[in-house]
């Protein structure tokens, strides 16, 4: 810091241009509270000057140690109701910045909702750092923070094995746990993996060569993040360009902007659209600064094509020769992110690149068990929960599997009801030949995968409404008050706050009835119906559409005597009596209102009440 | 062309991150509004805007929060920026608040911001239905600030809940409101006051004069140098203006904002002293040594 501090007193503007040329690299830092990690984060902010004197003296103030030594983690600490609890219970963005890089930290905890948190901030890391208690050696909490990383792809591991003031920095200790991890570590992704022997507390080998591990010899951890190749890192072989926003501002300029998500985007070089599958030539690639050479992965420009193609946002540009899989069902590793489970019932909305699907997981393969990292079967996924599952997609999107490209391998997961994003995806590839244009374009072309589907799941209807949806169905010879029934079943369970409807469009045909009385009980809705339906097969017929289990028959068994003087016209003959009914009411015998009382006390133990 | 040669300086991968953020908040929301302060975040902000849309004009109107005390360079500052083409530039001002001759004198620091600030920004919006506000927030200002997500979820009372925020991964930002809801969008979210600075340089955008040290009439209250902006400054026994060299290193309401001695003239020297001095950028600013923690406070109450 001190030849960069006179070079800032010296020349100014020399100091300035050179930084201006730093290049930027994201790290996640992830460990458990007891393990250090907000002290090593305070020890990297401190020992490269990124803290101001008064925050500094805000901290001496509040440390609670006592001697000289600062506690650093009071530097990362955040919101006041986390200070209170003394946890941190978020991703946290610090920032740093040395004469080689500039550093933005996700900062994430590792306490009971670390997967969230740490699925979060590692999305755009470039290098992960976990942390390592030197006493404990690698624990299963380490294995799972390294999964993790190698799962969102980040391609760069250290491993800070901490604490090593409290085993004398014995390098035997160093060199067990390096091995023991190293094993572990071979069946996951990453570039590399590099371990450091720490003390954060004390600064050894943080930014400083310490003088007591004299048998290590490789760099301090801040060396480290100053100089790992991280350009390489980017896919520049394929190009994927979303369109995000098209700009218009008069007949003679259209423009789509958007980010290079991957590889590169020149003037001359033909381009193919999707979905349209039509192809152009790139005429130029703008920016405010003027029209560039070329476009890069991951620079925001604007591309203007020389035919005029139909474009909008969440379209895609792509190289004919490099298709991205065009598909509408594909398999993922799926982090489910929100305290409300998953409900596979359920649409979601999908947001991948610039567009949004409505989709469905359609299927959870298996859990992750996050003990051993080995699959576990999985009735459903609640928070935190990792799986690989297929999901199904109302249009088709344009994927690459993740391990190749984080931009079109990624996608979110959202609730329709609450916005709430509630799953982070990662796109797993299929392996073998690449898909060809024809069947690029025979899929996108395809009718929809799956049946259109509600947003709304059962279960979601049924805590609205505080009840299941069923059709109470009444059946009797004509006379026999059926239409009385229904109506006051409907009026007193609607003064019972629950919500009923009478299917009551009289003189349609039996078929469009049970259409109208499966939709209300799909609805959710206590349907009742009392049009005519004399014969078995009608109600054959009623139970497979609405469904036998949502089905109430209540047999509403009059004196057929009482019935022939009241509707002397009706033919009684064509009735043939049900054999299968959940009640039977006789109403020569029991009052109307007591008959909707034994209808409702039958709802109600069939649990459709609530 | 080489590999080595395709790749971007952290300034411009911060560049082509905030003008992502900006196009994805104009293509996802219906009616998006940039809030405009004047200062230098949002000087930066709006020339990333220009460069997200260029050669279009904005999507979107500026809005300028008046609290009829700002300073006057402020103010003259935005009237000169509201006649270029493609600005439609918005000033709202809390009416009530004037009415009651709202004035940091008499209510305090912290009435005052609530009324001139927070209540007129929630005015604002409601009045426009905006549903989408950019503010030029960073996330290296305060501690409490580390957390806040890019697209940041407020219900339909303009409150924040820091319990209720959506995760945010990759550059999927979630734009998805009810009726009624609304976003923050800080685009430049993961830029440092270094970085702000030294995008003004590299991209020569012209700044408000008061950062730059000029001789100025102040005064010395609570160990802050207070400019006397106006014959309103209400001066204290004892208080007499001197002509001192001094800027500012945040721009808000002149008495409120704590001015800074300084030589620095220009934008070298600028970051130059902020390098060499190393004080956190609040401290010039009054507002946040009523509470601990009190940014966060109000932030929850709806201030930015």
Same mark, same amino acid.
């Given at each position: 810091?001190?030849?960069?501090?006179?070079?800032?007193?010296?020349?100014?503007?020399?100091?300035?241009?050179?930084?201006?040329?730093?290049?930027?690299?994201?790290?996640?830092?992830?460990?458990?509270?007891?393990?250090?990690?907000?002290?090593?984060?305070?020890?990297?902010?401190?020992?490269?000057?990124?803290?101001?004197?008064?925050?500094?003296?805000?901290?001496?103030?509040?440390?609670?140690?006592?001697?000289?030594?600062?506690?650093?983690?009071?530097?990362?600490?955040?919101?006041?109701?986390?200070?209170?609890?003394? !946890?941190? *219970? +978020?991703?946290? $963005?610090?920032?740093?910045?040395?004469?080689? =890089?500039?550093?933005? %930290? /996700?900062?994430?905890? #590792?306490?009971?909702?670390?997967?969230?948190?740490?699925?979060?901030?590692?999305?755009?890391?470039?290098?992960?750092? !976990?942390? *390592? +208690?030197?006493? $404990?050696?690698?624990?299963?909490?380490?294995? =799972?923070?390294?999964? %993790? /990383?190698?799962?969102? #792809?980040?391609?760069?591991?250290?491993?800070?094995?901490?604490?090593?003031?409290?085993?004398?920095?014995?390098?035997?200790?160093?060199? +067990?746990?390096?091995?023991?991890?190293?094993?572990?570590?071979?069946?996951?992704?990453?570039?590399?993996?590099?371990?450091?022997?720490?003390?954060?507390?004390?600064?050894?080998?943080?930014?400083?060569?310490?003088?007591?591990?004299?048998?290590?010899?490789?760099?301090?951890?801040?060396?480290?993040?100053?100089?790992?190749?991280?350009?390489?890192?980017?896919?520049?072989?394929?190009?994927?360009?979303?369109?995000?926003?098209?700009?218009?501002?008069?007949?003679?300029?259209?423009?789509?902007?958007?980010?290079?998500?991957?590889?590169?985007?020149?003037?001359?070089?033909?381009?193919?659209?999707?979905?349209?599958?039509?192809?152009?030539?790139?005429?130029?690639?703008?920016?405010?600064?003027?029209?560039?050479?070329?476009?890069?992965?991951?620079?925001?420009?604007?591309?203007?094509?020389?035919?005029?193609?139909?474009?909008?946002?969440?379209?895609?540009?792509?190289?004919?020769?490099?298709?991205?899989?065009?598909?509408?069902?594909?398999?993922?590793?799926?982090?489910?992110?929100?305290?409300?489970?998953?409900?596979?019932?359920?649409?979601?909305?999908?947001?991948?690149?610039?567009?949004?699907?409505?989709?469905?997981?359609?299927?959870?393969?298996?859990?992750?068990?996050?003990?051993?990292?080995?699959?576990?079967?999985?009735?459903?996924?609640?928070?935190?929960?990792?799986?690989?599952?297929?999901?199904?997609?109302?249009?088709?999107?344009?994927?690459?599997?993740?391990?190749?490209?984080?931009?079109?391998?990624?996608?979110?997961?959202?609730?329709?009801?609450?916005?709430?994003?509630?799953?982070?995806?990662?796109?797993?590839?299929?392996?073998?030949?690449?898909?060809?244009?024809?069947?690029?374009?025979?899929?996108?072309?395809?009718?929809?995968?799956?049946?259109?589907?509600?947003?709304?799941?059962?279960?979601?209807?049924?805590?609205?409404?505080?009840?299941?949806?069923?059709?109470?169905?009444?059946?009797?010879?004509?006379?026999?008050?059926?239409?009385?029934?229904?109506?006051?079943?409907?009026?007193?369970?609607?003064?019972?706050?629950?919500?009923?409807?009478?299917?009551?469009?009289?003189?349609?045909?039996?078929?469009?009835?049970?259409?109208?009385?499966?939709?209300?009980?799909?609805?959710?809705?206590?349907?009742?119906?009392?049009?005519?339906?004399?014969?078995?097969?009608?109600?054959?017929?009623?139970?497979?559409?609405?469904?036998?289990?949502?089905?109430?028959?209540?047999?509403?068994?009059?004196?057929?005597?009482?019935?022939?003087?009241?509707?002397?016209?009706?033919?009684?003959?064509?009735?043939?009596?049900?054999?299968?009914?959940?009640?039977?009411?006789?109403?020569?015998?029991?009052?109307?209102?007591?008959?909707?009382?034994?209808?409702?006390?039958?709802?109600?133990?069939?649990?459709?009440?609530? | 062309?080489?590999?080595?040669?395709?790749?971007?300086?952290?300034?411009?991968?911060?560049?082509?991150?905030?003008?992502?953020?900006?196009?994805?908040?104009?293509?996802?929301?219906?009616?998006?509004?940039?809030?405009?302060?004047?200062?230098?975040?949002?000087?930066?902000?709006?020339?990333?805007?220009?460069?997200?849309?260029?050669?279009?004009?904005?999507?979107?109107?500026?809005?300028?929060?008046?609290?009829?005390?700002?300073?006057?360079?402020?103010?003259?500052?935005?009237?000169?920026?509201?006649?270029?083409?493609?600005?439609?530039?918005?000033?709202?001002?809390?009416?009530?608040?004037?009415?009651?001759?709202?004035?940091?004198?008499?209510?305090?620091?912290?009435?005052?911001?609530?009324?001139?600030?927070?209540?007129?920004?929630?005015?604002?919006?409601?009045?426009?239905?905006?549903?989408?506000?950019?503010?030029?927030?960073?996330?290296?200002?305060?501690?409490?600030?580390?957390?806040?997500?890019?697209?940041?979820?407020?219900?339909?009372?303009?409150?924040?809940?820091?319990?209720?925020?959506?995760?945010?991964?990759?550059?999927?930002?979630?734009?998805?409101?009810?009726?009624?809801?609304?976003?923050?969008?800080?685009?430049?979210?993961?830029?440092?006051?270094?970085?702000?600075?030294?995008?003004?340089?590299?991209?020569?955008?012209?700044?408000?004069?008061?950062?730059?040290?000029?001789?100025?009439?102040?005064?010395?209250?609570?160990?802050?140098?207070?400019?006397?902006?106006?014959?309103?400054?209400?001066?204290?026994?004892?208080?007499?203006?001197?002509?001192?060299?001094?800027?500012?290193?945040?721009?808000?309401?002149?008495?409120?904002?704590?001015?800074?001695?300084?030589?620095?003239?220009?934008?070298?020297?600028?970051?130059?002293?902020?390098?060499?001095?190393?004080?956190?950028?609040?401290?010039?600013?009054?507002?946040?040594?009523?509470?601990?923690?009190?940014?966060?406070?109000?932030?929850?109450?709806?201030?930015?």
């Amino acid at each position: 810091m001190t030849a960069e501090t006179e070079l800032i007193r010296e020349d100014i503007e020399a100091y300035l241009a050179k930084y201006q040329t730093k290049e930027l690299l994201r790290f996640v830092a992830v460990g458990s509270v007891d393990d250090g990690k907000s002290t090593l984060i305070g020890r990297l902010l401190f020992d490269t000057g990124m803290v101001y004197e008064d925050q500094l003296a805000a901290v001496r103030r509040a440390s609670s140690m006592e001697g000289e030594d600062i506690d650093f983690a009071l530097l990362t600490d955040g919101l006041k109701a986390e200070r209170e609890q003394g !946890i941190t *219970i +978020d991703v946290a $963005y610090r920032y740093f910045a040395t004469d080689k =890089r500039k550093f933005i %930290i /996700a900062d994430t905890p #590792g306490h009971i909702q670390y997967t969230r948190n740490m699925v979060t901030g590692a999305s755009t890391a470039d290098v992960a750092l !976990i942390l *390592i +208690d030197a006493r $404990y050696g690698v624990l299963q909490q380490s294995r =799972r923070h390294a999964y %993790i /990383a190698s799962l969102l #792809g980040i391609p760069h591991l250290a491993v800070c094995v901490n604490k090593m003031d409290l085993v004398d920095f014995g390098q035997k200790v160093f060199d +067990d746990i390096t091995a023991d991890f190293n094993h572990f570590a071979s069946s996951l992704r990453f570039k590399d993996v590099t371990f450091f022997p720490v003390s954060a507390l004390k600064g050894d080998n943080i930014v400083t060569t310490s003088a007591k591990t004299p048998w290590y010899e490789g760099p301090t951890v801040l060396d480290y993040l100053e100089t790992v190749p991280i350009a390489d890192d980017r896919n520049l072989h394929e190009l994927r360009f979303p369109v995000q926003y098209v700009i218009r501002p008069n007949l003679d300029y259209r423009g789509f902007a958007g980010t290079v998500g991957s590889g590169v985007i020149k003037p001359g070089e033909e381009v193919l659209a999707l979905p349209s599958g039509k192809r152009s030539t790139v005429r130029a690639v703008d920016t405010f600064d003027g029209p560039i050479d070329e476009g890069f992965a991951p620079q925001s420009v604007t591309v203007r094509l020389n035919d005029e193609i139909d474009l909008s946002r969440g379209d895609m540009l792509v190289h004919p020769s490099a298709l991205p899989t065009v598909t509408r069902r594909f398999d993922a590793h799926l982090v489910w992110m929100h305290e409300r489970p998953l409900d596979t019932e359920k649409a979601y909305l999908i947001k991948h690149t610039t567009q949004v699907v409505r989709g469905q997981i359609e299927h959870i393969e298996h859990r992750v068990d996050m003990d051993t990292l080995e699959p576990a079967p999985a009735e459903g996924l609640e928070l935190n929960d990792v799986a690989r599952v297929r999901v199904s997609c109302h249009r088709a999107l344009y994927v690459d599997d993740y391990a190749d490209n984080r931009e079109t391998g990624a996608f979110i997961v959202i609730d329709s009801l609450t916005n709430n994003t509630v799953a982070a995806g990662m796109v797993i590839g299929k392996g073998g030949a690449r898909q060809g244009i024809e069947d690029a374009l025979k899929e996108l072309h395809a009718g929809s995968a799956i049946a259109p589907k509600t947003f709304v799941s059962p279960t979601e209807r049924r805590e609205r409404l505080g009840q299941s949806g069923a059709t109470v169905w009444l059946t009797g010879l004509p006379g026999s008050g059926r239409w009385t029934l229904a109506f006051a079943l409907e009026r007193r369970l609607f003064d019972l706050g629950h919500t009923a409807t009478v299917v009551d469009p009289r003189d349609e045909d039996l078929r469009s009835m049970i259409s109208a009385a499966k939709a209300a009980t799909d609805a959710g809705l206590i349907t009742i119906c009392a049009f005519p339906s004399p014969k078995h097969d009608d109600r054959a017929q009623l139970r497979s559409r609405v469904g036998a289990e949502r089905v109430v028959q209540v047999f509403v068994n009059t004196d057929p005597a009482l019935c022939r003087e009241r509707r002397p016209d009706a033919d009684q003959s064509a009735f043939e009596p049900p054999e299968h009914f959940e009640l039977e009411v006789r109403l020569h015998e029991t009052r109307i209102d007591a008959a909707v009382e034994q209808i409702i006390a039958l709802l109600r133990t069939r649990g459709q009440l609530g | 062309m080489q590999i080595d040669a395709r790749k971007l300086t952290h300034l411009r991968e911060l560049e082509a991150e905030s003008i992502h953020i900006i196009r994805e908040a104009a293509a996802a929301c219906d009616k998006p509004v940039m809030l405009y302060s004047i200062g230098k975040d949002s000087t930066v902000m709006l020339r990333l805007a220009q460069k997200a849309f260029a050669p279009g004009p904005l999507p979107f109107p500026l809005m300028h929060i008046d609290t009829t005390w700002k300073f006057r360079d402020m103010i003259a500052f935005r009237n000169e920026l509201a006649k270029q083409p493609g600005i439609e530039m918005l000033v709202y001002t809390n009416q009530d608040g004037v009415a009651q001759n709202m004035n940091p004198f008499d209510y305090g620091s912290n009435k005052y911001t609530t009324v001139m600030k927070t209540e007129a920004l929630k005015q604002a919006l409601d009045k426009y239905k905006f549903d989408c506000a950019f503010g030029g927030a960073r996330r290296d200002e305060e501690k409490s600030r580390a957390k806040e997500r890019v697209f940041s979820f407020r219900d339909q009372y303009h409150q924040w809940d820091p319990k209720n925020q959506r995760p945010e991964l990759w550059r999927l930002y979630n734009a998805k409101i009810n009726q009624g809801e609304s976003v923050r969008v800080f685009p430049l979210s993961n830029w440092t006051e270094l970085d702000v600075w030294l995008y003004l340089w590299v991209e020569d955008v012209p700044v408000v004069p008061l950062y730059f040290a000029k001789e100025r009439p102040v005064v010395v209250r609570d160990g802050t140098l207070i400019m006397v902006d106006d014959d309103r400054m209400r001066l204290k026994d004892g208080e007499q203006p001197k002509m001192k060299r001094v800027r500012f290193r945040t721009l808000g309401c002149y008495p409120l904002s704590g001015a800074v001695p300084s030589d620095a003239d220009t934008l070298p020297k600028i970051i130059q002293e902020m390098l060499l001095n190393k004080f956190s950028e609040r401290q010039g600013r009054l507002i946040d040594f009523d509470e601990e923690g009190s940014m966060e406070l109000k932030k929850r109450e709806g201030y930015f």
